[in-house]
């Protein structure tokens, strides 16, 4: 048997049809055959915590993941015979970026920014402050303020801007530096079993945009907006990676490229050999 293929998805508007654009009928079931393979791990990768995945997961039907990087890869937790385990190696790591200082102290100063209006509390992470942000919101002016707010504090952090297409309006997490999917996805290749060429990664939104242009193989699902995808295109060919990057396009086991479609396509491209798996 080959070793291990590493499976991981987004969640929202990625393997979750919670977006506008229509879901091919039947693919999360194919998606759960995949994933059942002895020759198969799952990992969802989101920007929810561990309990609003479960959530989901009860929701949507989804399979059971072996891990859940969550909080927007500022958590990471093992599925075990006694429960899900989290790595406090990893979360450890991370906040040594914050220099000892709690969220609550950077939600506090932060609050009063003037176009940030704070997530609920169950959005919020220990290592992960989320903000909500008004389509029209100037970026450029809230780094400004943030980094004014920030910087005298010493902190090692990255913004990562996304937006909620639903709802329409702009999402921002504010991490330690050394916190983003992609980098805990290196740090779960790199402490289990998993070679690079065996892991495909798939997405749809701007905190999926480090890991879909890393060079781990990636797949940009159909569904993504159309100026981001240009974006992870151009990203991609720039860092060349360009053959690293799956662009789902529809038509794949007749089916559309949006959501878990898209997921199946880019796996397929990437692992020709689990075509048969999914056709049953």
Known sequence: MK?????CSDLDRTLLPNGSQPESPGVREVFARLVSRAEVDLAYVSGRDLQLVLGAMETYGL??????????????????????????????????????????????????????????NARQGAAKISFYVAEQADRSQLEVAIRERLGPMDLRYRLVWSTDEVEHRGLLDILPASASKLHALEFLIDNWPYAGQRVVFAGDSGNDIEVLTSGLPSVLVANADEELRALVVSMAA?????????????????????????????VAHFFPETIPWMQG
């Open 63 to 120: 399979p059971e993941p072996r891990f859940v990087i969550g909080d927007v890869g500022t958590s990471l937790h093992e599925s075990t015979p006694s429960g899900w385990a989290a790595s406090i190696h990893w979360q450890e790591t991370i906040l040594e970026d914050w220099r000892g200082r709690r969220p609550e102290r950077l939600r506090e100063e932060l609050g009063s920014i003037e176009g940030l209006t704070l997530q609920e």
């Open 238 to 266: 720039r860092r060349g990676h360009a053959d690293a990057l799956y662009l789902a396009q529809g038509g794949f086991l007749g089916t559309n490229g949006n959501y878990c479609a898209g997921i199946l396509e880019g």
């Open 3 to 7: 070793p291990a293929l590493l499976i």
